[in-house]
């Protein structure tokens, strides 16, 4: 898949991952693991080995060859250094047209807009490429950066999801927001 998302103005681009992005994608988990341990699920070392992330990027490309995910690599526009994530997952399709979006930002590009500017790119990829009508995401209540993500691209909070998710190695609270397809001229 070729596609390439830019935003000139916060100077980022995605596209999804391929293999050569190896490195690069254990060099940014290694960074940030420490600090996002308390919103990741526990991980044990083979997960950030190189050949573990070359066979979850390969995996990845037949997972958006049958349209069941899309993973992204969030780049600077002048580097092309890999600096985050966006993923849609679980992708249903039918009656249903949706995806859950999941994101993850190197702890040193955080709290410069980066996030917000590379989630409203992966959102137009959704409702105008894959034609989905609903996005949804789960974050945990503590989390002020990720709900900031998610408010400023008008997603609306639902309810609370009572030990939604195993994170940090307990099973946690998560307060779940959606974003319908403007397009579909439903609110």
């Given amino acids: 898949m070729d596609t390439i998302l830019r935003d000139t103005q916060h100077g980022i ?7 050569e992005d190896t490195e690069a994608l254990q060099a940014m ?25 070359r066979d979850r990027i390969r995996s990845r490309q037949q997972e958006i060859d ?18 985050g994530q966006v993923s849609l997952t679980n992708i249903a399709r039918g009656v249903a047209q949706y995806a ?5 930002m ?13 989630v409203k790119l992966i959102l137009l990829f959704a409702f105008r490429s894959l034609e989905l009508h ?7 209540l503590h ?20 030990g939604y998710l195993l994170i940090a190695g307990r099973w946690q609270d998560h ?13």
């Fill in 13 to 19: 681009y995605i596209r999804p991952y391929v293999t």
């Fill in 29 to 53: 988990y290694m960074a940030s693991r420490e600090h996002h341990a308390p919103f990741e699920p526990i991980r044990g070392d083979e997960f950030y080995t190189l050949e573990s992330l």
């Fill in 66 to 83: 049958q349209d069941q995910s899309y993973y992204f690599g969030v780049f600077e526009g002048d580097t092309d250094k890999l600096i």
């Fill in 100 to 104: 859950d979006l999941g994101y993850f």
């Fill in 106 to 118: 190197h702890v040193d590009y955080m709290g410069k807009g980066y996030m917000s500017a590379a």
């Fill in 134 to 140: 609903r996005i949804q995401a789960s974050i945990l």
């Fill in 143 to 162: 989390n002020k950066a990720s709900r900031r993500v998610l408010e400023k691209n008008g997603f609306v909070a639902e309810g609370i999801a009572r």
């Fill in 175 to 187: 307060q779940i927001y959606s974003l319908l397809n403007p397009n579909d001229g439903l609110d």
